[in-house]
């Protein structure tokens, strides 16, 4: 099968995104398919082959990254030449609309992952107000739902995802729930000693945590717990990997909490890094409450880290409360108290990060790509027969309505 990923996002950029584009390219090539990936330039040399790049500027937004345009002749030129079977979109904007675009023009099947609670990302527009942000939501979440009826399949990463896009956005047919598979092999061969030795923690119990460091990821939260945990417990160190448009912000936050000196900031970490910086940790701690599927979270998992979360969606998909670590409430006591009940519990820790690996190994990359498979060829059947998915308009619809529904 001949199949086109279209991304905002890929390699160098590390982020939820581009490592599940990765995972899927990854094993569906080497079970014999070709994956072509379309993606944004960044000054970085691709090693893979069929990874091809559109022009892109550094914009003054929130987050750092280069922002693709979608205009590139040699794609135009290109995308007839490869026969595809399918157009796979990871974004609904910037290539997502060329992927929307191409699928239209030759006749293609499109598919899209939902990977992003978008409608929680309205706080980056600069208007304060309430019922503006309000409105701004709904807006938001009213273009989705006009994307999605150009799709001939949704892809959920998790249970949670599911019941939102269903619920609240009235997705009715022709989804399914696959989550972003991980090769566990990384995590299993990482030299913890290492980046112990590099940071110099000794005999520090190092509660870690990844991610953007922006406001939808909860860091404040994390961050008031840490600091209650550590009057209890001296001897623990809080590592935050990532950066982003909050990092001055967390900074000064760590100043004023008299934490300084136990919380350090790495920066953005590369992927290939990332299992050596879990593996030397002792527990994982997660805060944030607008996860599709928490991947960060199972990435911990296969490092072998008890995890205390805030209960949330996308998390609570990965993490049962009480077999691989504890769900909190969204609040610094309560996560707090979590960490320390962990930590200061040899052996509690010890069964948590045994049910950690287990469950780990049951998200197999092959296997879930394989699932993928089945709905790239039920998308192709449907785009013969002329079906799109279907999307009601609940936010036109009576509350009643909305509470059968």
């Known amino acids: 099968m001949h199949i086109a990923y279209f991304t905002n996002f890929y390699l ?36 893979e082959p069929f990874i091809f790049r559109y022009p ?5 937004l929130p987050v750092d990254i280069p922002t693709a345009l979608p205009v590139s002749p040699f794609v135009d030129q290109l995308i007839p030449k490869l026969k ?16 929307a675009a191409k699928a239209r023009d030759y006749n293609l099947p499109l598919v899209f992952t939902f990977h992003t609670q978008y409608q929680e990302y309205t706080h980056y527009f600069p208007f304060p107000q309430e019922q503006v942000q309000e409105f701004i939501k709904s807006r938001v979440m009213s273009w989705l739902r006009d994307f999605m009826r150009k799709c001939q399949h949704i892809v959920i990463p998790s249970e949670s995802m599911r019941s939102i ?36 923690w000794n005999d520090d119990k190092i ?15 994390l961050l008031n717990a ?24 967390l900074r000064q936050l760590v100043g004023e909490l008299g934490i300084t000196e136990r919380v350090t900031f790495t920066g953005n970490v590369p992927f290939t890094e990332m299992p050596m910086y879990l593996k030397a940790a002792d527990l994982f701690a997660f805060a944030s409450i607008t996860e599709t599927q928490g991947l960060v979270t199972l990435e911990a998992m296969a490092a072998g880290l008890p995890v205390v979360a805030v ?22 006591n309560d996560l707090a108290n979590g960490i320390v009940k962990v930590i200061e519990n040899p052996s509690l ?19 879930l790509a394989r699932k993928m498979l089945k709905v790239y060829e039920q998308a192709i059947q449907d785009k013969k027969d002329e079906q799109y998915v279907m999307v009601e308009d609940r936010s036109a619809m009576p509350l009643a309505e909305k509470v059968n529904a």
């Open 165 to 200: 896009l269903v619920n609240d956005y009235g997705l009715v047919d022709r989804f399914t729930v696959i989550p972003t598979g991980i090769d566990i092999t990384p995590f299993k061969e990482a030299n913890a000693a290492a980046i112990r030795s590099q940071w110099n």
């Open 84 to 99: 595809l079977d399918i157009i796979h979109t990871h974004h609904p904007v910037l290539l997502g609309q060329t992927a």
């Open 311 to 332: 209960d949330a969606s996308g998390t609570r998909d990965i993490l049962e409360d009480g077999k691989q670590g504890l769900l909190v409430q969204n609040d610094a």
């Open 226 to 249: 840490f600091a209650l945990a550590q009057k209890s417990q001296p001897n623990i160190r809080l590592v935050l990997l990532g950066d982003g448009p909050q990092a001055e912000a």
């Open 207 to 221: 509660i870690i945590s990844a991610g953007r460091l922006a406001e939808e990821k909860n860091w404040v939260t």
């Open 12 to 47: 160098p950029v590390v982020n939820g995104v581009a490592r599940s584009v990765q995972s899927f390219r990854d094993a569906l090539t080497a079970m014999g398919h070709n994956v072509f990936v379309f993606a944004q330039e960044d000054n970085y040399e691709d090693t």
């Open 349 to 367: 820790m010890s069964k948590f990060k045994s049910a950690a690996l287990r469950t780990s190994r049951a998200y197999d990359s092959q296997r």
């Open 56 to 60: 892109s500027l550094r914009l003054p």
